[in-house]
């Protein structure tokens, strides 16, 4: 039997090289090319009123200075808006360089490229752009206050205004027994991988072709968007996305200007052209999310169970929209969570602030979501003096009523229909996790030591594996080494090693022959990208299909070389064999020689196909007259609808009676993202969700000041959680398979993040006793809180 690799908790096969210094990031190549910087604008809002580069054209090595002056044709026009929406009314996008007004402090002014970086940006410094100030708009009161606006044309800030309504919520609000009201805030965040963003270009003149190296989330996306503003043949232009040092949503972006300005300057200089972000850069001018005021109204029965949920709120969406309203939405539609709500209205309104803009962050609007629904579901508990996790329970979606339809649009514009999960198995399995029925004693114990503790809980449902599409491409060389190739990317998710355990499970292989490639145009140009939780549901499964096309066609060929039925054979650690007579075999690498023979033997597997040989018949070759030569195939797979991922949190922390210091003494998570690939990955992208999500519920803000200056621009002044505050993670699961693809997979990577901030505010609210309502907070935000309950 081949080893059972689909299932196992297998270290990833990528790790050694990485680990060891085998990365190839994007700042690793191009060590000789020239060096592009960026002239960057001070001001969060203001005119261009005239630019002197006069004395930057003295600095040695300056090989050329652009401004948006010198851009040509579709590189002056706007950027695209990737995701337009019948309720974006002003849609916005920026220029690769700014043309007449900049928008947030950031904004790409003045583009220089020099023989090095250090040139380059000596350069920058001597380049004199004159600015007339205009009034700045900060904040989320600020834009909707409309006093100021950040786009004449955008009456009220208002990019979009969006309402989503299931059943009569006036009526349900009306009647209800009881009614609350919560006004909840998420402040600002940005997700901050280990490397920036980053892009070099390499244009080959004699063919007329560009290669594109690009740290992105999405190299397809890469390579039409500079084709067309390039106006190349798609043809004559290839993305390659290296090793890539996280993304996190803020690499979904496609084209990002400098993405646009290199390959340019790479075809007009001919030259190799880079610029790799610098870390101020990746604050002020990549992508922040999360800010959101938010408003929930909900009626509900003396027995907690909601009848009517009323939600309005406000989305800071930043200068731009290329994204469109996709994480407004996304928090409309998912805030429901496990919970069916009776009538449900959401309305929205996605506002125009100067600050930088708002691409999907892991967790991408349900953060915000979550936070609304779990804080109410723990309003309702205390109200009605119930058990919390009680409230919810009572609230849950049953597996019976599976699936399970909410009557509204996802933000796919399908259905949102939830297609699997099982809540109060989740439930159980969490409060056991957690000891949530011995927590009272617990607290007994600690405040008899003088400490304060609270519990907290969190859940959520979260739509993945997005389509449209993505395939898989196999080939399995003479050797028999299997080579991979998926389109989406990878930024740390290991994909080589799912990939592969998918493949060897699949075809019967061992995982060290199967060799996994993303991200390059030139294997897979079919592709959408790595975002939402998609890749391994959509990759997973079309790599699939790939390998079970590829393995039926070498178990055809193997059948006739070895006169046997197909039906008697199997293949085992890379041999086909008669099922109970292993000694009639052959290699898999042998079945590609026979599928493809040239007669030539070149290496051993070659040779020892030449056994086979009396076999053929030179007018009857082994590959049908229908079929191509090789082993070699490709498929796509394409959901009718997301699959829905869920999963739970409890939290037990300690608030210091003093200095009011947050500690997470626990943190438990029951997840359930269907059938697993591998475990530890899973566990693996668990753990780093939820490391992620302490920083947004304790350290992570985006500091602006009323003139639009981000006060917190660098690693000296924007908090992140280190090793010493991620808390020890219990991790356990649930598996209900997805009845919707042929894997049974949901996906994972972003459910890590989603309910932390809700859940550790459950806990703080827990432990102090009264209502936490906007996150992150910090010690002293807790200290002043405490002051004023104790005040009245
Ligand atoms: N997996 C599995 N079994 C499942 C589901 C997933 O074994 N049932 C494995 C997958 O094979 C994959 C990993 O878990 O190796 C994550 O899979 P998936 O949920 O499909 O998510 P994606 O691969 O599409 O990754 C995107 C997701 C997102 S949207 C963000 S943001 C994010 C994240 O993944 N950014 C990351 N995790 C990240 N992890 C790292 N290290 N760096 C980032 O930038």
Redesign the pocket.
């Known amino acids: 039997m081949t080893t059972q690799m689909f299932g196992a908790p297998i270290r990833r096969k990528e790790d050694p090289r990485l680990l060891t210094g085998g990365g190839r990031y994007l700042d690793d190549l191009g060590q000789h090319a020239l060096a592009a910087a960026f002239v960057r604008s001070p001001h969060a809002h203001a005119r261009i009123t005239d630019i002197d580069v006069t004395d930057a054209v003295d600095v040695g090595g300056i090989v050329a200075i652009y401004t948006w002056e010198d851009l040509p044709g579709k590189v002056a026009e706007p950027l695209p808006l990737l995701i337009p929406h019948p309720t974006l009314t002003h849609g916005r996008t920026g220029y690769a360089l700014a043309r007449d007004e900049v928008n947030h402090v950031g904004e790409p002014v003045v583009m220089v490229v020099a023989t090095d970086r250090y040139l380059a940006e000596d350069a920058c410094q001597r380049i004199r752009v004159d600015y007339e100030l205009l009034p700045v708009v900060v904040g989320i009161e600020n834009a909707r206050d409309g006093a100021h606006l950040v786009h004449e044309d955008a009456p009220g800030n208002v990019a979009a205004h969006m309402v989503q309504e299931t059943g009569d919520v006036e009526a349900a609000l009306a009647t209800a027994p009881h009614t609350l009201t919560l006004d909840l805030a998420i402040e600002r965040s940005a997700?901050m991988?280990m490397e920036g963003k980053g892009v070099y270009a390499r244009w080959n003149d004699e063919d007329g072709e560009l290669r594109i190296y690009s740290s992105t989330q999405t190299s397809t996306g890469v390579r039409a968007a500079v084709a067309a503003k390039l106006e190349l043949p798609l043809a004559k232009v290839e993305c390659i996305a290296p090793d890539?040092g996280?993304?996190?949503?803020v690499k979904i972006m496609h084209p990002w200007p400098e993405e646009v300005l290199v390959p340019w300057a790479a075809r007009l200089l001919k030259r190799e052209v880079k610029w790799a972000e610098d870390r101020r850069e990746h604050f002020i001018s990549s992508a922040h999310e999360r800010g959101q005021l938010q408003k929930v109204t909900v009626g509900f029965d003396d027995e907690g169970r909601v009848l009517g949920l009323d939600v309005k709120f406000w989305h800071d969406n930043g200068a731009y929209t290329p994204y469109g309203i996709i994480v407004p939405i996304i928090t409309s539609t998912q805030l429901l969570g496990p919970y069916k709500p009776g009538a449900y209205r959401c309305e929205f309104w996605s506002l125009y602030t100067n600050t930088v803009l708002v691409t999907p962050?892991?967790g991408?609007g349900r953060p915000q979501g979550v936070f609304a629904m779990e804080r109410t579901m723990d309003a309702i508990a205390d109200y009605l003096d119930l058990d919390r996790a009680e409230v919810r329970s009572r609230n849950f979606i049953l597996p019976e009523e599976m699936p399970y339809d909410h009557g509204l649009l996802f933000q796919d514009g399908r259905p949102l229909k939830y297609d699997s999960g099982d809540f109060p198995a989740s439930l159980d399995k969490l409060k056991k996790l957690v000891g949530w029925d011995d927590f009272e004693a617990y607290r007994a114990e600690a405040e008899a030591e003088g400490r304060k503790v609270g519990l907290g809980i969190g859940c959520y449902v979260e739509g993945?594996?997005v389509g449209p599409y993505e395939g898989g491409h196999i080939t399995i060389e003479t050797s028999g080494r299997v080579n991979v190739a998926t389109g989406?990317t990878t930024?740390?998710?290991?994909?080589q090693?799912?990939?592969a355990q998918i493949v060897a499970q699949e075809l019967g292989v061992p995982i060290e022959d199967v060799h996994v490639t993303t991200g390059d145009t030139r294997k897979m140009p079919y592709a959408v990208g790595?975002?939402?939780?998609?890749?391994?549901?959509m990759s997973?499964n079309a790599i699939a299909l790939a390998t079970r096309n590829v393995k039926a066609k070498a178990l055809r060929i193997a059948a006739d070389a070895l006169e046997v039925s197909e039906d008697d054979l199997e293949i085992v650690d890379g041999v086909v064999q008669v099922k109970g007579a292993p000694t009639t075999s052959m290699p898999l690498g042998t079945v590609a020689v026979l599928s493809n023979p040239l007669r030539y033997a070149f290496d051993d597997a070659a040779k020892a196909a030449t056994q086979f040989a009396g076999t053929f018949d030179p007018d009857k070759p082994p590959v049908a007259d229908d079929e191509e030569p090789g082993l070699e195939g490709r498929d796509f797979y394409s959901p009718t609808q997301a699959t829905f991922a869920n999963g739970m949190h409890a939290a037990i922390v300690e608030t210091d009676p003093v200095t009011a210091e947050i500690r997470i003494l626990r943190y438990c998570v029951i997840h359930d993202?269907?059938?697993?690939?591998?475990?530890m990955?899973?566990e693996g992208?668990v753990h780093?969700?939820v490391a992620q999500g302490v920083g947004g519920a304790l350290y992570e803000r985006m500091a602006y000041d009323e003139s639009g200056q981000l006060l917190n621009a660098s690693f000296m002044d924007f908090l992140m959680p280190y090793a010493s505050e991620v808390p020890h993670i219990e991790a356990d699961h649930l598996e209900t398979p997805s009845p919707l693809n042929p894997l049974g997979?949901?996906?994972?990577?972003?459910a890590g993040c989603i309910p932390v901030s809700a859940v550790i505010a459950s806990a703080i609210e827990d432990a102090e006793g009264f209502p936490i309502t906007s996150m992150p907070i910090s010690p002293v935000e807790l200290w002043e809180l405490r002051q004023r309950h104790e005040t009245g």
Do not use: D
């Not at 996280?246 to 949503?249: A, E, H, L």
């Open positions: 997700c991988p890539v996280g993304g996190f949503g962050y892991r991408a993945t594996g989406l930024q740390g998710q290991g994909h090693t799912a990939f790595t975002f939402a939780s998609r890749a391994a549901v997973g993202c269907g059938t697993m690939i591998n475990p990955i899973v992208q780093g969700g997979i949901k996906g994972a990577g972003e």
